[in-house]
């Protein structure tokens, strides 16, 4: 597994910069000339990366990378953050995050911003100084040895299954397609049997929520692991019990201060590598797809340097 040893720097070379269009359902569409204008101020010169699909963008983040980039810059949501990082991650290419998406946990989580302008200054001020940090990231690989990195939350619960429902869904469009899904999978509400290694150290749990945590948020503010630190070197796991659907409703506004996890029905751990098992269950990691379960999840510190 890489981690990054390289020295407080950042490389020569262009500054890449992968802008998603769409993120934030637009609203940040104009914000781009501000951005690239701004990065153009560190006195590095700025290369706009094409893509019209995830698949792209996460390709052209690897040859802007490959090809000689000192540092990438995503402007979109923890969707685009996702993508972007798996061409940096274990390099010394240091990393920008622009929170310009319907969900900026990660960003928010790490200490930037949450006006993207001002986050553009951020990282523009790292670049001309020269400085980045690291921060841990999060290793998912299945048992044919295929991995993602991952920035904030992986959803292995109810979340993810309400996310699997949403996207089989044509209709309605936009977040009342959301709404619907929990509705739908809310009627179906069942504990799933999970079979957990913590560290090596295995059991068995009956849970309707399992998420595992490198930083703290999710799903645009929702503190789902309120304690995850992404530079102690380890994964907070956070499981919640043989909840019925009245108790979860109930409870779940609590996620957004974080105060679910004094809930009795709720156990929190934390370990530097999971295992983690059920029959039927998707996985989500940073809100995008990833694998079904069987997962196994360990932390790497210090796996990305932050232009911050």
Not at 174 to 181: E, I, K, N, T, V
Request: proline content about 8%; hydrophobic content about 45%; overall charge positive.
């Amino acid at each position: 597994m890489l981690a990054v040893t390289a020295p407080d720097h950042v490389p020569s070379g262009p500054v890449a910069v992968l802008a998603n269009p769409v993120a934030g359902r637009g609203r940040h569409r104009g914000l781009l000339p501000a951005v690239l204008e701004r990065l153009g101020a560190a006195g590095r010169p700025v290369e706009l990366l094409r893509a019209r699909t995830p698949g792209e963008a996460e390709a052209a983040c690897h040859a802007a990378v490959a090809g000689g980039a000192g540092a990438l810059v995503a402007v979109g949501g923890d969707g685009t953050v996702h993508r972007a990082v798996q061409a940096v991650a274990g390099t010394a290419v240091p990393f920008g995050p622009v929170p310009a998406g319907t969900g900026n946990d990660f960003a928010a989580d790490t200490g930037f911003p949450v006006d993207p302008l001002a986050a553009v200054d951020v990282i523009a001020a790292a670049l001309a100084a020269g400085r980045s940090r690291p921060v841990d990231l999060a290793r998912l690989v299945r048992p044919d040895g295929d991995g993602r990195w991952y920035v904030a939350v992986l959803a292995a619960g109810f979340d993810a299954i309400v996310n699997e429902r949403a996207n089989r869904m044509r209709r309605p469009r936009g977040p009342r397609r959301y709404d619907l899904a929990i509705l739908v999978e809310l009627a179906r509400l069942r504990p799933r049997r999970y079979r957990l290694s913590l560290d090596g150290v295995p059991q068995e749990v009956d849970a309707v929520l399992v998420a595992v945590g490198n930083t703290a948020g999710y799903g645009g503010g929702m503190r789902i692991c309120p304690d995850a630190d992404p530079t102690d070197g380890l994964l907070d796991v956070v499981v919640g019990g043989r909840f019925d659907r009245r108790t979860l409703m109930r409870v779940k506004p609590r996620i957004y201060r974080g105060t679910h996890v004094t809930h009795p029905l709720v156990r929190t751990y934390r370990a530097r590598t999971v295992e983690l098992a059920a029959e039927g269950i998707t996985t989500y990691a940073d809100g995008e797809r990833a694998f079904d379960l069987p997962v196994t999840v360990t932390a790497v510190p210090a796996a990305l340097r932050l232009l911050r």
